[in-house]
């Protein structure tokens, strides 16, 4: 028997009876080679490396070095994750070794298991021994080891400049050695010391040409490894979006064996989630993260979920949940005796304080986290906590303007553009006159530049999520003077912050490839098993309400339709068609039309009420059939009042550029008596209008109908509707409207049926058909295209005021398909009034009558019919980018 077929043997048997009986007469070298192919595996496969490092025990009792099998014991709980039994069998297996220079040698994975359980000290110092004795003993080689291990454990404790030194002096050695894997282990600690301590440009470069070193030799394992450092030099730098689809790449080559690894990865994806602004999805990450247990046994990875999640925390507002995790993190990491990380536990506690108005507090915290760091190390962190100091001294009037611009200087010079943006704000707010407006500008443009570095809509659409406040400093700032080239200027801003995702997804027709087709498909099943469904209200389109317990798998659908694309090489400009802007200023809400500002004179908290009791009041019909319409026509009067008092002429405002809360005010129902159909503008850059859309002669035509017993109207719609269009190809089925979803192009699609809004997650809003749900975001993924869309279901022009700079759910979805237009219902829709106004609105549309128009006779029928305002004043057109319809894009 050979020692390879030896170790082929424990490989292949389960328990130690079996390998005993297998290896009666074991041959010379077993333990050499049984340590090796424990070490190989750990490389390609931890997870079989600990399954083979299992049989220790045999190899200790039937081979010839003992220490080999201690040692090869330590790799396998290296492993998984074991890292204080790990160090405990490395030192075990000094004891056992054959000779001295041998027992130096097996001990040196100690340092950096030690260092991995949190005992730096104790890592350095068992380090720094074995370096000594092995250079004495003139083994330069194995002492460049030891030292390599020593910079790894100088990293875990964020002592960069240490390990930068230690790397250094290992790399030389190691390459004089021709120790090439142990080379490229010293260029990853490089990297990942300038990552923290130095230049993320330049960790990124490191980390690359050790990658190529890795892959050079077949170690895909660390090839990941150096992968991870590039993602996070990818995410300091600003390219989140880049980082997030090199760390799911690794995950997907780490997912076979879990592991340690596996749950830094996870990790790593919650702090690039929340540099994406996805902060639900950042919270699932790290929550996936500290349910593994692998990560038990790494106290610093566990700290650093729990600062992720103080992040998160700070991020929605909640102070107390915020201060509760930094707290838990600063006192794990200070326990692991790692500086670094232990103040920027307590800059997040600082941040909690800046954000309650404890402003003394915070900038005192602030400092107090800036002297806790390493001179010249942890840059990032330093910058951080000196604008979060520098914020508190403005708020209290302390902070002049010197300091701040001598701070944002810095922050430029070591290309910190994600907090670039922030230094311009602070630094605005120090100014005045002129002055001020151009820092504001610079500010603005810091921010277009970090959100282009991003690749996918789902980043793009996230990337003004804390940037709100920042904005709307910057119009109010240009409005408190508002000559008409400063409104100019503001509508300019406005249309280069809405929607701009929604746009680069019009304009690039991103769509999703097959694979990621697949995998939507499973995620589907996973998410109609998962949720849980209730009886839609009587004669109402709206579907089975759905749990709201969707974070996880909102992450997983983030994940399978990421489309990565280049931002459109120029956006459109505002429309040529004035529209009325409606922006949230700190002073309050004002609207920008004619290059004039008119000031709305309600508070935020008095329209939200407003709103609010319009919704209510609207949707009363649907549990009290008889109620009368008087109180909502009344708040509707009220609504009218705040809002539109001062326009020259209300006949004009048909085109509503709105924000947040303003999506879901009844404008059909506030300008009721305009002679134009009211038009929701995603943007001021969506230029198509309702006044001049007509469909061409003889257009194509898809209906998706959803028959079912509690819509008995739908099946007498969809006859009316065949009269109009005979040639229309009919889906039942949600299979049948996926088939649809290759390439066909139709200059109309009407859908009848049950709609789904998800506030909380737009992408999951649906179209309820009887094999299964139709998602908004497959449908804004597909290759779908679309002329124009009328939606005959609940719920279907709904946004979500979670984000109030793009459009969500159904509508977006249309228009993301290249709609001209989108016709759809701001509430649920009954479906006797739907069975009144979508063949009307069809039929016109048949006969050569223009968009706004047909809208309008259908709303007259409406109500001529019903009284209640809930029947006629739900439906809205949502204008798009103006495309020609598919029959003249396909003559």
Known sequence: MTTESAVAVLESVTTAAEARAALRDPPPGLSDAFFRRVVELSQQAPHLAARLASHWRTVRDLGDDPGLAYRAKAVGERSEGKWRASARSFLQAGQHAPDRIRSLEYQIGAVDSLARAARIEEAIELGSQLADRLSKAKRRDLAARVRLNLANACLWADDYARARAFAAKARGDLERAGMLVERAAADLALSTAELFGGSAERAETIAREAASTFESLGLSHYVDLCRVNEAQALRIRGHADEALTVLLAVRQNLSGGGGPELARVTEFLGHTYFALNLWREATDAYGSALEMKSLADMPINVANCHYGRGQVSLALGDLDGARRSFSRARSIFAKSGNAVWAAAALLGMADANLMSGKYEAAERIAHTAVSLLPERAAEFHRCKALLVAAEAALQRGTLTVADVARLRRRIQSLGLLPLTWKALEIEAQTQTGKKRIETYRKMFDAILELRALTRTTIARAAAFNDKERATSAYLEALLERPTPERVDEAVDVVTRSRSVALLDEILSAASITERQAQDLRELRDTINAELSSLEPPSNSRRGPARSQTLARLSRSWIEAIRVPMRAASRLPNASEYDSTVFVRRPSGIAALRNRTLFEIHASLDELTRLLRAARYEILAPMTDDSCRPSQALSIANELRSKLLTGWESENELNRIAPFGLLWSAPWSLILEDIEAEAELLPSPAFNATSLSIRIPKDPSVAIWASESKDLPRVSDELQAILSVFPNAVVCRSAGQVREL????????????????????????????????????????????????????????????????????????????????????????????????????????LASGTRLSQAVAGARSNLKAAFEHPYYWAGLVILPGLGQRFCKEQNP
């Open 741 to 844: 979803f290759s390439g066909c192009a139709f200059d109309l699609i009407h859908v009848a049926g049950h709609g789904v809004f998800s506030e909380e997650n737009p992408m999951f809003s649906h179209l309820v058909f009887e094999d299964g749900d139709v998602f908004a975001g497959e449908i804004a993924r597909s290759k779908l295209k679309v002329g124009l869309a009328t939606l005959s279901a609940c719920d279907t022009a709904a946004m979500s005021t979670s984000n109030i700079f793009e459009a969500d759910g159904l509508a977006r979805a249309f228009l993301a398909r290249g709609a001209q237009a989108v016709v759809g219902s701001q509430w649920p829709l009954d479906d006797r009034a739907a069975e009144v106004a979508m063949p009307a609105i069809l039929s016109a």
